[in-house]
């Protein structure tokens, strides 16, 4: 099952004292798998995260964390699978620098913030397991 989490609340939970694990589970309303966050340093896999003509804090509402995602999972399948919810202006696979492996989690930039809810809205999301 993969975890989602909207960018705006990982930027804040980075500033406060409640473990990451822990404030995901309360916006999810479930439990949350320990493995599935990764640290947010830098952008490893070269792909760009600000949104044309966009400013950052506009974006950071319109994006959405995707964790615990298969090592099979690509950028075509995320953008894919997304895309039923509304249109996908951006999206990120993170992977491994030396390997170009993926690391498991990626950002989907939507067009509409509104469309991040939407998604949240369904309770299991699956892709590629």
Not at 23 to 51: H, K, L, R, W
Not at 82 to 103: D, M, P
Request: proline share 2%; with cysteine; glycine share 10%.
């Amino acid at each position: 099952e993969v975890v989602l989490c909207k960018e705006r609340t990982i930027l804040k939970m980075a500033e406060e004292e409640t473990p990451v694990t822990e404030q995901i589970e309360q916006q999810n309303g479930e439990e949350f798998t320990e493995n599935a966050v990764e640290p947010m340093e830098g952008d490893e896999s070269g792909g760009g995260d600000q949104a044309e003509g966009g400013n950052p804090e506009d974006e950071d509402d319109r994006k959405l964390f995707v964790g615990n995602l298969s090592w099979e999972t690509t950028q075509k399948d995320l953008k894919d699978y997304f895309c039923k919810y509304g249109e996908v202006e951006n999206c990120t696979l993170k992977t491994e620098i030396e390997t170009k492996r993926s690391r498991g989690f990626g950002f989907v930039v939507f067009k509409l913030a509104s469309v991040v809810d939407k998604v949240l809205e369904e309770k299991e999301h699956k892709l590629n397991g």
